[in-house]
């Protein structure tokens, strides 16, 4: 049960970073939209390119959490 402890709290890291980086996105894009409802269209564009880099790190740390969960379970040494 310990190496299913340790996943599970692996998991819930990548999620709460999930979480972090998801929050920052939104921030961008809602500063971008206000941008663009202003007419700065390339204010708009660059805030946006801004979160390029983060949305790769969301699908990759996405992935590593739904590879750390179907990863079948750990089996426990048997003693004796």
């Keep these: 049960m310990i190496m299913s402890t340790?996943?599970?709290d692996t998991i819930a890291v990548l999620i709460t970073e999930i979480e972090r980086r998801l929050?920052?996105?939104?921030?961008a894009a809602?500063?971008?939209g206000v941008a663009a409802q202003a007419g700065h269209r390339n204010e708009?564009?660059?805030t946006l390119l801004a979160i390029e880099e983060d949305l790769d790190s969301?699908?990759?740390l996405y992935r590593a959490v739904i590879a750390l969960h179907r990863a079948p379970a750990p089996q426990s040494p048997k003693s004796g």
């Excluded at 929050?23 to 921030?27: D, S």
């Design 6 to 8: 340790h996943i599970d």
């Design 23 to 27: 929050i920052a996105a939104r921030t």
């Design 30 to 32: 809602t500063a971008a």
């Design 44 to 46: 708009a564009v660059g």
């Design 58 to 60: 969301l699908r990759a």
